[in-house]
């Protein structure tokens, strides 16, 4: 089970952070990952991690605004939001996929970020 957090209202130029908490299943062998979409568009893999070796990858466009990280402890993922830009504003997701997998098989709700200009 997944349960998405954190998101709300920001303007434009500001951060938020988005948390995952990951229960019912060990993680060992999955990618949890972060996915977001806009009404219109397909929804995109926002960033991604491993959950064993915190190997990260992230969206070109969001590279160096947006950090992925993760709480084994705690079973916790979290993304760092920064710089924020009004076409951020989407639906965001945690989800699970198992490693090599192609899509992602669970989901969390998700949590609606706004970015006002």
């Known amino acids: 089970q997944l349960q998405a957090s954190g998101g709300g209202l920001v303007q434009a130029g500001g951060s938020l952070r988005l948390s995952c908490a990951a229960s019912?299943?060990?993680?060992?062998?999955?990618?949890m990952g972060w996915l977001r979409q806009t009404p219109g568009k397909e929804r995109e893999v926002v960033s991604s991690?491993?959950?064993?070796?915190?190997?990260?990858y992230y969206a070109d466009s969001l590279r160096g605004r947006f950090t992925i990280s993760r709480d084994r402890a705690k079973k916790m993922v979290y993304l760092q939001m920064n710089s924020l830009k009004p076409e951020d504003t989407a639906v965001y997701y945690c989800?699970?996929?198992?490693?090599?997998?192609?899509?992602?098989?669970?989901w969390g709700q998700g949590t609606l970020v706004t970015v006002s200009s």
């Open positions: 991690i491993t959950w064993s070796e915190g190997i990260t």
């Open positions: 019912g299943r060990t993680f060992t062998n999955y990618v």
């Open positions: 989800a699970a996929k198992f490693r090599g997998s192609a899509e992602y098989s669970f």
